[in-house]
């Protein structure tokens, strides 16, 4: 079946730790995203990649980086955790084509920093 | 600069009632306009989309509308059910370059039996 997967899904963690939120996905989708979700919030796109070795960053400014070595994988990494990042956080992928695309996410991880 | 504005923020409708949220935009290069359902616990997915080139789309209980003269589009909800009560995010994006989306800021609906 093909799905995109996050873990953890809930992390609670203290100021000055290094995180990496893993993000997979199944369904050979070039593009991935990711999203950051505060509540009565737009998501906002921090991260993106057309594919293999290619990275982006989004709209948001955002201090995590990102790496893509594999098609199905796209970590997001936090080196030094702050409150200030705690926030829900989405990975989505779609197909590149150039045209329209459904993005397709995964259910979220839940970070707070303390 | 927020690219899509959404209201209401929360919306409460009866069983059976029409839910309505609408969303406007300023970038006159878009050309895709998704609406996202969200249930709590989970990603948002596509609900249903629509391009300009039509006026409406109907798919089930669901409708867009949308006015290119006025930069607007909305989501109406038909015999709206409890099993509806989800966030709705409308979103943007342009088919050349990135076509990143834009999303909007969301609608908690909330259908009361």
């Known amino acids: 079946e093909a799905d995109i997967y996050q873990t953890p899904r809930y992390l609670v963690i203290g100021t000055g730790k290094k995180i990496t939120l893993e993000c997979s996905q199944t369904m050979g989708h070039d593009k991935m995203y990711w999203y950051q979700q505060d509540p009565g919030m737009e998501l906002h796109l921090i991260h993106y990649s057309y594919g293999v070795n290619s990275t982006e960053k989004g709209d948001l400014s955002s201090e995590s980086t990102v790496s893509r070595i594999r098609t199905e994988h796209f970590p997001l990494t936090l080196e030094s955790a702050r409150p200030s990042h705690t926030s829900q956080y989405l990975c989505?992928?779609?197909?590149?084509?150039?045209?329209?695309?459904?993005?397709?996410f995964g259910p979220g991880t839940r970070l707070t920093v303390l | 600069q927020q690219q899509v504005k959404q209201s209401p923020q929360s919306l409460i409708v009866q069983k059976g009632g029409i839910s309505i949220i609408n969303c406007a935009y300023e970038n006159t290069a878009f050309d895709y306009f998704p609406w996202y359902q969200q249930f709590p616990g989970k990603g948002p997915a596509l609900l249903i989309a629509?391009?300009?080139?039509?006026s409406e789309k109907k798919e089930g209980r669901f409708t867009i509308s949308f006015n290119k003269s006025a930069k607007q589009f909305s989501l109406h909800i038909m015999d709206s059910q409890p099993g509806d009560s989800a966030t709705y995010f409308c979103a943007a994006s342009k088919e050349t370059g990135a076509n990143n989306l834009f999303f909007g800021t969301g609608t908690r609906l909330t259908v009361i039996p």
């Open positions: 989505a992928s779609s197909e590149y084509s150039g045209s329209y695309n459904e993005q397709f």
């Open positions: 629509i391009r300009p080139d039509v």
